[in-house]
């Protein structure tokens, strides 16, 4: 793939600093390498998701991923505490895994802004300003995971990845999964961490969705980073060959109502192979004094209703996670490979205008050709509609069902017989 652009090359997006100094405030590029500059930021994005002030340390940890990203904040010069942005956000270039290749994904985060400011049209201004620095970079997508799912679609954004919160009801639970010929082994959070982002870098190809991590990332799953809680533990998964193919951090915290046992809450589990995931959560269902295993933030299509005899002991909820928003739809559409043949016209709307248009797509051997068309469409979306079927993760006869797409039931069904992907699209990362 060449090069992915560094989003820290950018100017600042001209309009949205004309809109933003229209009304008395500032939109800056920050200067991240400045500490007292990137800390006073970092205090705001804290303040912005309503949460407690920063530590000293944990002001520390954020430094390395603020690093290397493009980040930005407007400012109301008449504050008391004008240091500190009213506004924030930060992006990056991420290649985002997709069938049989990557997609460039302009990846959108802390996007934060202060209570005294906020329905004024500032988050508006600056994720209009995040796609248009996008589009200018060349890149084909965004991306973004949503603290409401109610949010961004006004942007273009849909939900393509989701995620599940497992219970197991470990009295009900017996085990019927394989017997993995490994071991299950404690080791250090630091080198749970490290081999967190081992395994996550060599699976990456294999998860639709997934975006490569970074150092905090895997810190703050072993509460090394901002919650350094000491209840966590962390093991290993190693094969018959000594080879660590899993890692998973967890915590056991009693659970009064229970007699005596408790709920053991995995914070994150990583699998390179089948064996692995089975085994770490056969250690985890069969740990002793446990009633209850709750695990957020897994795929939808976790294999655990076949690891237990009871099939209707696991159950999950499932929530959107990660959010795309194609903004070059020929670019994204020959990005992934596809699972079968199917030739169509689709006119996609877009309030923005980056999808806008009748596209004409012909899928062969496996990968997309798409050019603009003048012909009447045999499929009519909107660019949301588009992105949430994208990764494979939704179907378009279940968009039609709910009148959000129209076409013919044959169109509707080959071209999402060549969406189709094997696994669930899953995203493991909160950014
Ligand atoms: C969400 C947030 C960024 C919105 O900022 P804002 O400056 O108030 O938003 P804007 O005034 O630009 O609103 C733009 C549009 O989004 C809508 N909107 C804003 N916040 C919304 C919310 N939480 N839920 C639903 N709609 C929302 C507005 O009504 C407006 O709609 P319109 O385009 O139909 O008129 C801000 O409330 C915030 O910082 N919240 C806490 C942190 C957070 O959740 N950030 C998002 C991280 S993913």
Excluded: C
């Amino acid at each position: 793939m060449a090069e992915l652009p560094d989003a820290r090359t950018l100017p600042l997006d001209e309009t949205t600093r004309a809109a933003l100094a229209e009304r008395g405030l500032e939109y800056r590029l920050i200067e991240n390498e400045r500490a007292a500059i990137m800390d006073a930021w970092s205090h705001a994005v804290r303040r912005g998701f309503a949460g407690p002030e920063l530590s000293d340390d944990e002001i520390a940890e954020w430094r390395e991923p603020m690093s290397w990203r493009r980040v930005t904040g407007v400012y109301d010069l008449s504050t008391p505490q004008a240091e500190r942005p009213v506004a924030t956000a930060s992006s990056w270039v991420a290649p985002m895994t997709v069938p049989g290749g990557v997609l460039p994904s302009w990846s959108i985060s802390t996007i934060t802004v202060a209570a005294t400011h906020r329905r004024r049209g500032v988050a508006r201004a600056l994720l209009e300003a995040e796609l248009r620095d996008a589009h200018a970079a060349g890149v084909p997508a965004a991306g973004l995971t949503a603290s409401e799912a109610t949010i961004y679609g006004r942007y273009g954004f849909a939900p393509a990845t989701r995620i599940a919160t497992w219970k197991v009801d470990t009295r009900r639970a017996r085990w019927a999964g394989p017997d993995a010929s490994g071991r299950v082994q404690y080791l250090d959070r630091e080198d749970a961490a490290r081999l967190m982002g081992d395994l996550h870098e060599r699976t990456l190809p294999h998860r639709v969705g997934e975006i490569p991590g970074w150092p905090r990332r895997w810190r703050g799953r072993v509460a090394l980073a901002e919650d350094k809680s000491a209840a966590v533990r962390t093991v290993r998964y190693v094969d018959a060959a000594g080879e660590p193919r899993g890692v998973m951090a967890y915590s056991v915290e009693g659970d009064p109502e229970d007699d005596g046992r408790g709920v053991l809450r995995i914070r994150y589990l990583i699998a390179e192979h089948d064996e692995a995931l089975a085994a770490l959560w056969r250690f985890a269902i069969e740990h002793d004094l446990v009633g209850t295993v709750v695990a957020p933030m897994r795929p939808v299509d976790e294999p655990l209703p076949w690891f237990v005899d009871d099939a209707r002991v696991p159950v999950s909820r499932q929530k959107d996670h990660g959010w795309l928003r194609i903004l070059d739809v020929p670019a994204a559409l020959e990005a992934r490979a596809y699972a079968a043949p199917a030739s169509f016209t689709m006119r996609v709307t877009d309030p923005l205008g980056y999808a806008d248009g009748i596209w004409r797509v012909d899928i062969a051997d496996g990968k997309a050709t798409v050019a603009t068309a003048d012909a009447a469409p045999d499929l009519e979306l909107s660019v949301i509609e588009l992105s949430a079927v994208y990764l494979g993760g939704f179907s378009l006869a279940v968009l039609r069902a709910a009148g959000r797409v129209s076409g013919s039931t044959e169109t509707v069904d080959a071209v999402d017989a060549a969406l189709r992907v094997p696994r669930a699209p899953f995203l493991s990362i909160v950014y």
